[in-house]
C-alpha cells in the first residue's frame, strides 16, 4: 500500500493509506452490492465511467511528451530558490535531481499543481535546450494505483456485461445468408437484437443455447409483454434439450397457435447447423391453450400429478409435487424449474396428499399415504424424519399444517371419517381423534380464528366442519350449502377477517366466514365439471382463490369481490387435481399438476396484457380429423371430445360452417362423404348410433344410422358395387355397414372380434371392396364388403391393442400391392400385404409411447405413412423403402393425423390443431 503511495500523484500524503485502504473495500463490496440488487447496468455505468477519466488521464500524458524531449528524474531535493521572489512577487523552487537534464526555477504555483515529492520518479517534458521542465507527467508508464483502478473497473465491467456476452457467446452461428437477406427484410426496421426491450431475431431464438435464452426472458422486465417471449416459453420444456432443428419446428408451431403466422415463417426459414434443408411449414394452427401467463412446465412426473404444495428452503421457493400412480415426490425449484436433489425415497407406498411446515427451524414436507400413515421428509435433505405416523385405518386423503403454542402440528384427514392431530416434533398423536363426519374426509385447511388455531375439514356429504385444535371440540354447526362432496378448501384473511373457501363437484366455489360461521356473498361460479383444488394467495395486495377444475381450466378468483380475474388458465388437456402458490423473485406464481402425462405448470399470476391473436377451437382433446370440399373450398374436420365437430379452411384455418354440436359426449371418429352432392360428416357416439351432419349448414341429415348396441368407435367411408357406404365399428365388437343413400344395414353385422372395434378403413384388394379392422382383442381382420365374410385368417403382430388404423385408398398400391399400415399400443407401426395377409419387412420403431393415431397419403410422388402417437411425435415412412422419412414434435399427445389431397398433413394434438406444409425439395 505504501508503494502506492509513493508512486502515485499524492505523493506522500499521509492520508493516501486510508484512503486506498477504503477505495480497495468499495471496489470488492460494489460488484455485489450491485448484483445482488440487480442493478447491473448501474455497475457497469459506474465501471466505464471510471475507466474513461483514467483513460483519458492516460491519454493526456501522452499528449505532454508530444511537445519535446521525455526524461525520466529522480527528485533528490527540493527547496526555495535563493533568487528569492520574482518581480511579481511569485515564489520559485529549486529541484535537485539525481539524473536527467538540469532543472530551472519553478514557479511556485506551477509547483504545487505538479506534486513533487522526493524520491519520486517522474516524468518531464523539457524545451529544446533542456534548461526547463515544461510540463510534468507521472510516473513512467500508468502509475500503481491507476494500473490498480483500471483491472478493478475492467473486472466490476466485465461481471455487468457477463449475462449479455454470455448470451451473445452461446449463439450458435451459420455460414449461409442471414434471415433478414433470406427473406429481404431491412435490418433497419428490425432493431439490433437485444436493444431497449427488443428481443434477439428468430435465428437467435433458434440457434442460442436455450438455457441462455430462458435466462434473458426471466431476468428481462419486458418479456412477459413480448410476443416471442411467449412463443419461447410455450414448449420451452420440451425443445430445451432438443436440437435446433426441433426447435425451429416447435417454435414455428407456437408462433402459429399464438395467431403470428409472420413470425412462424420466420422461424422456419432460420438455418440450423447441420440440419435438413427440408421444413414442414405451419400454415396455421389453433390456440386454445396458449397464454403469456404460462411460465415454465415441471417435468419429471411420469403419471399424473394429485398434489402441490410451496415452501422456501435455503431462501429458494421450492414447489413439492407427489403422483400416487408414480409413487414418487419431487421437489422443484421454481425459479430455474429444475428439480432439487433426487425424489424423496425410501418408501414403498402411494402419497396421496401434501404439505409443508417447518419443524426445528427445519422445512419439511408432510405426507398421507394410502397405507393409512402419514410420513415427513426434510425438505433439505429430502430423507424421512422420524416413524410414519399411524392410527388412521384407512387411506389418508387430506394433510395440512399449524401452530398450537409454539409446536408444530400436523393435521390428516382419512376416508376413515376422522380427523387426527400430531405434534411433529416428537411423532405422537394430540388428543383424540376428531370424529362426527358423515363420510370420508377429503379435504382440510387450517388458520387461526380469535388466536386459536382451527382445522377445516371437508367431506363426501357437502359439509364443511371446522374445529378448535386447542381443545379438540367442534366450532359452531357444520357449514352447509353444497350439493355434493366438497374436494377442496383453502383459507385466509379477507378485509380482517378468518374466511374458508371450500369447492365441490357441484361446480361452486363458497366463501365462509369463520368467526360467524356464515356464507361469505354469493358462491363463485364458472367451474365448469367441479373444484378438485384450492389454495389461495395475493396478487396485488388483493386476495384470491386459484382452482383447478376437472375441465382442465385454472381459474382465479378475487375474494372480495367475488369475481373471475382474467380468462381461465388452459394448458392441461387433463383434469387439474392440485394446485399451490407462491412468489418467485417478487412475481405471485401459480403451480398447478394434472395432466396425466406428469406435466406440472408454473403460471405468472402478475396483471398483464393478452399477447398475440390465438384461434380459439375446440376445449377438450381432438380425437379425429377428416379432409372434404365444401362450397369448392378444401376443409379440414375435427371431431373432439367436447362433443363438437368443427370445420375449418385447410389453407386459412378460419370457421367454414357452424360446429355442429354433434353429442353430449366425446366424438371420437369422424368421416366425410358426400350424398346426393351434399358433403356431409359423420360421427361417433356413445349413445350407440352414427348421425349424418350437412357440412354446410350443420344440420342433421335424415336419421341417425342405428345398430349398434354400445358406443360406437371407428368409422370408415367406402363403396359397394358403386353405392356409397359406411363402416362402423363398436365397443360391442361388430362392424355395422350401411348404405349412406337409403341408412338401411347392408346384411348382418361382421362379426369376429371380442373387444372393442377401435379402428375401421376401406380397400380395394384384387377388385373386391373391403373393409379393415383394428380391435382391442390385438388382431386386424380383413372384410369382403360384397358377402360380408371374412378374408383369410387374422392379421397378427402387435403385443398392444390396435389403436389406430388408417388404409390407403388412392395410394393403397405400393409396387402393385394393395397394402395396409397400423400401429399398436407396444408403440410400433407395420405395414401389411392385403393380398396376402403377410406383414411386409419388418415392424417400424420409433415412438416412445402407444401409437394412436395413422393416415396414408402423397409426399413428392412417394406414398407415406403418417403416425402419430401418445408421445406427441409425429413419424413419416416412406412406404416403397419401410424406412423413416420425417419426424415432428407437437406439444401434446397426437390423437388423430389425415394427410390432404394436396400433401398438407392435419395434426390433432392435445386440444389443438394444426395444417402442416410439405416440405420443398
Request: proline letters at 7%.
Amino acid at each position: 500500500m505504501r508503494l502506492i503511495a509513493r508512486t502515485s500523484f499524492f505523493g506522500g500524503a499521509p492520508w493516501v493509506d486510508s484512503l486506498c485502504v477504503l477505495v480497495l473495500l468499495l471496489s470488492c463490496f460494489l460488484p455485489f452490492v450491485c448484483h445482488f440488487l440487480g442493478l447491473r447496468w448501474v455497475l457497469g455505468v459506474l465501471c466505464l465511467l471510471g475507466m474513461l477519466v483514467l483513460q483519458r488521464s492516460e491519454l493526456d500524458q501522452q499528449a505532454l511528451h508530444q511537445h519535446g524531449r521525455t526524461e525520466h528524474v529522480r527528485v533528490l531535493q527540493i527547496q526555495e530558490s535563493e533568487d528569492g521572489m520574482g518581480d511579481e512577487g511569485v515564489g520559485y523552487y529549486t529541484v535537485s535531481v539525481l539524473d536527467g537534464p538540469p532543472q530551472a526555477p519553478i514557479p511556485g504555483g506551477t509547483f504545487i499543481e505538479w506534486h513533487w515529492a522526493v524520491g519520486g520518479v517522474y516524468t518531464v517534458t523539457v524545451d529544446p535546450q533542456g534548461l526547463a521542465p515544461a510540463a510534468r507527467g507521472g510516473p513512467p508508464g500508468p502509475p500503481v494505483v491507476q494500473r490498480f483502478l483500471q483491472i478493478l473497473l475492467g473486472l466490476g465491467l466485465a461481471w455487468a456485461l457477463w449475462r449479455p456476452m454470455h448470451l451473445l457467446l452461446r449463439v450458435k452461428r451459420v455460414a449461409e445468408p442471414s434471415l433478414s437477406d433470406e427473406l429481404g427484410v431491412d435490418n433497419a426496421d428490425a432493431g439490433p437484437a437485444g436493444v431497449e426491450g427488443e428481443l434477439p431475431d428468430p435465428a437467435f431464438l433458434v440457434n442460442a443455447d436455450p438455457e441462455a435464452v430462458l435466462e434473458l426472458l426471466v431476468t428481462a422486465p419486458w418479456s412477459a409483454e413480448r410476443l416471442e417471449g411467449a412463443v419461447y416459453r410455450a414448449s420451452a420444456h420440451l425443445h430445451r434439450h432438443a436440437g435446433a432443428g426441433v426447435r425451429r419446428q416447435m417454435l414455428a408451431l407456437d408462433a402459429a397457435r399464438y395467431g403470428d403466422l409472420g413470425l412462424s415463417a420466420r422461424i422456419t426459414a432460420v438455418p440450423v447447423d447441420g440440419g435438413a434443408d427440408r421444413r414442414w411449414g405451419v400454415d396455421w394452427a389453433t390456440g386454445s391453450t396458449v397464454d403469456r401467463r404460462f411460465w415454465q412446465a415441471l417435468i419429471g412426473h411420469t403419471e399424473r400429478v394429485r398434489g402441490v404444495a410451496t415452501e422456501m428452503v435455503d431462501g429458494r421457493s421450492v414447489a413439492v409435487t407427489f403422483s400416487s400412480e408414480d409413487r414418487t415426490v419431487r421437489v422443484w425449484d421454481l425459479a430455474s424449474g429444475r428439480p432439487v436433489g433426487e425424489p424423496l425415497t425410501g418408501y414403498d407406498f402411494e402419497v396421496c396428499a401434501v404439505a409443508t411446515g417447518v419443524v426445528d427451524g427445519r422445512p419439511v414436507v408432510v405426507g398421507g399415504c394410502r397405507d393409512s400413515a402419514v410420513r415427513v421428509w426434510d425438505l433439505a435433505t429430502g430423507r424421512p424424519v422420524g416413524h410414519p405416523l399411524t392410527g388412521h385405518t384407512e387411506v389418508v386423503t387430506a394433510v395440512a399444517t399449524a401452530v398450537l403454542d409454539g409446536r408444530p402440528l400436523g393435521v390428516s384427514g382419512s376416508r376413515d371419517g376422522t380427523v387426527r392431530v400430531w405434534d411433529l416434533t416428537t411423532g405422537q398423536p394430540v388428543g383424540e381423534p376428531l370424529t362426527g363426519h358423515n363420510g370420508p374426509v377429503e379435504a382440510l385447511a387450517t388458520e387461526v380464528v380469535d388466536s386459536h388455531p382451527v382445522a377445516v375439514a371437508g367431506n363426501w356429504d357437502g359439509t364443511v366442519r371446522v374445529w378448535d385444535l386447542s381443545t379438540g371440540r367442534p366450532v359452531g354447526e357444520p357449514l352447509t350449502g353444497h350439493t355434493e362432496g366438497v374436494w377442496a378448501l383453502a383459507t385466509t384473511v379477507v378485509d380482517g377477517r378468518p374466511v374458508a373457501v371450500s369447492g365441490s363437484r357441484d361446480e361452486t366455489v363458497r366463501r365462509w366466514d369463520l368467526m360467524t360461521g356464515r356464507p361469505v356473498g354469493a358462491p363463485l361460479t364458472g367451474a365448469a365439471e367441479g373444484v378438485y383444488a384450492l389454495v389461495t394467495g395475493s396478487v396485488q395486495d388483493r386476495p384470491v382463490v386459484v382452482g383447478g377444475s376437472r375441465d382442465g381450466m385454472v381459474r382465479v378468483w378475487d375474494l372480495s369481490t367475488g369475481q373471475l380475474v382474467g380468462e381461465p388458465l388452459a394448458g392441461h388437456v387433463d383434469g387439474v387435481w392440485a394446485v399451490a402458490t407462491g412468489v418467485v423473485d417478487g412475481c405471485p406464481v401459480a403451480v398447478t399438476g394434472g395432466n396425466e402425462d406428469g406435466e406440472v405448470r408454473v403460471w405468472d399470476l402478475s396483471p398483464g396484457r393478452p399477447v398475440g391473436t390465438p384461434l380459439t377451437g375446440h376445449t377438450d382433446e381432438v380425437r379425429a380429423v377428416a379432409t372434404a370440399v365444401v362450397d369448392g373450398r378444401p376443409v379440414a374436420v375435427s371431431g373432439s371430445r367436447d362433443g363438437t365437430v368443427r370445420v375449418w379452411d385447410l389453407s386459412t384455418g378460419r370457421p367454414a360452417a357452424e360446429p355442429v354440436i354433434a353429442h353430449s359426449h366425446a366424438s371420437v371418429s369422424v368421416a366425410t362423404a358426400v350424398l346426393d352432392g351434399r358433403p356431409v360428416v359423420l360421427t361417433s357416439s356413445w349413445e350407440g348410433v352414427v348421425p349424418v351432419w350437412d357440412l354446410s349448414t350443420g344440420r342433421p341429415v335424415g336419421q341417425p344410422l342405428v345398430g349398434h348396441t354400445g358406443p360406437v368407435w371407428s368409422l370408415a367411408t367406402g363403396a359397394v358395387e358403386g353405392t356409397a357406404v359406411i363402416a362402423a365399428g363398436g365397443m360391442d365388437g361388430t362392424v355395422w355397414v350401411w348404405d349412406l343413400t337409403t341408412g338401411r344395414p347392408i346384411g348382418e353385422p361382421l362379426t369376429g372380434h371380442f373387444g372393442l372395434v377401435s379402428s375401421v378403413a376401406t380397400a380395394v384388394v384384387q377388385g373386391r371392396p373391403v373393409a379393415v379392422t383394428g380391435s382391442w382383442d390385438t388382431t386386424v381382420r380383413i372384410w369382403d364388403l360384397t358377402t360380408g365374410h371374412p378374408i383369410g385368417e387374422h392379421l397378427t403382430g402387435h403385443i398392444g391393442l390396435v389403436k389406430a388404423m388408417g388404409v390407403m385408398v388412392a395410394t393403397a398400391v405400393v409396387e402393385g400391392r394393395p397394402v395396409a399400415v397400423t400401429g399398436s399400443w407396444d408403440t410400433t407401426v407395420r405395414i401389411w400385404d392385403l393380398t396376402t395377409g403377410h406383414p411386409i419387412g419388418e415392424h417400424l420403431t420409433g415412438h416412445t409411447d402407444e401409437v394412436r393415431a395413422v393416415a396414408t397419403g402423397v409426399l413428392d410422388g412417394h406414398p407415406v405413412a403418417v403416425t402419430g402417437s401418445q408421445d406427441g411425435m409425429v413419424h413419416v415412412w416412406d412406404l416403397p423403402s419401410g424406412r423413416a422419412a420425417g419426424q415432428l414434435v407437437f406439444p401434446g399427445p397426437v390423437r388423430a393425423v389425415e394427410v390432404s389431397p394436396d400433401g398438407r398433413l392435419v395434426v390433432g394434438f392435445g386440444w389443438e390443431i394444426a395444417v402442416l406444409a410439405p416440405p420443398q425439395p
